[in-house]
């Protein structure tokens, strides 16, 4: 996908050639470990990608961007190298980070290509820069010597003293919060960094750096999903809620039993009232027994016959309640639970719809699932088969399982 966008870019840039092109140096050096990760920083991953890697594909999408120089950590320099080759980016530039952001920032900017006369400083720890709004940013250059990404303050700032005692409510019309890419002419930069190390001052970010310098810095809005991720609850958040990573296991199960004279007819632990009953060794409540083994082919286990023999004396007889409970426990332990079931009860003989409102209650209490997570159909086979003359009744389920710990 990278190397059909990246041809994308190429045709883009051709087309855009008066526009100000610049050189991305995405800062990845830093030895962070906030995020509760043994990873440095640009190394942990979001969907199975480092975020320094989110970033730079990221940024390649930007029309004007003519290539990128990574600053790693020194540890890092060889896998960076290798996850670029991986990734079809051998063209990617590594160099080794230094000791300060401002000397990882220098040799960054020294590795640039002489013909580039702009560069666009990113930090790894924002793997979700929007090409659009970068773009925009080097749009702007040319008009100014240096511009950067900020997001619009959306909350009311206070000035506060050192007492905890508020001393007025600043204008947040005039607060915007920095965030990266930060951009500026090469040589600029290069001379404000050389400037700072000689007088020993260290800046929190470029910006900050060139301001000192008397160089105008022009603001340029930039899209709330831009984030920094600096906690694990960052991390969290932007981890993907895919099907995979909710655990969601799915099972199918089936039961059919004889409809005789002289037997109760139990269905999901309810006694219906009617002339024909289910012959079984337990109770015979086709309902459960094919609910208990929608939830055994989910857990990825094996049959009802094979879980509850009918040759073992413990099941004679059983009621059915008992045989969920015991599974449910079995899936429990698992770390397993039901998220929803639906089940549909094919009889010709007796009529169910008076009694699928108790039949669906009882489930609900049996399984506790909430009313939106639990179906029971009835339907006739259309007079065919043994189904239709009445001499039998059958249930499908499907159950749908969840390793989620808390309940939604
Ligand atoms: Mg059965």
Redesign the pocket.
Known sequence: MLRSTRIVRELLVDNLSTAANAFVILVAAGVGRRLGSEERKAWVEIAGRPLWLHALSRLLLVPEVEGAVIVAHRDDVVRTRERLLAESLPQILVVEGGQERADSVALGVAAVPPGSRWVLVHDAARPFPNPERVSALVRVLGTVPAAILAHRSVNTLKQVSPHGRVVCTVDRETIWQASTPQAAEKFTLLAALARAAAQDLRFTDEAALLEWHSVPVQIVEDDPQNVKITTPADLARHQPRSPASAALRLGHGY???RLVEGRPLVLGGVQVDSPVG?L?H?D???LL??IIEGILGAAGSTD?GEHFSDRDPRWSGADSRHLLAVVLDEIQASGLRPLQVDCTIVAERPRLAGSKSAIKASLMTLLGLPADRVAVKARTNEGLDALGRGEALAVHAVVLLTSERTPE
């Open positions: 039961d059919i039993h289910l079984g337990s015979g409540d086709a027994h094919a009802i």
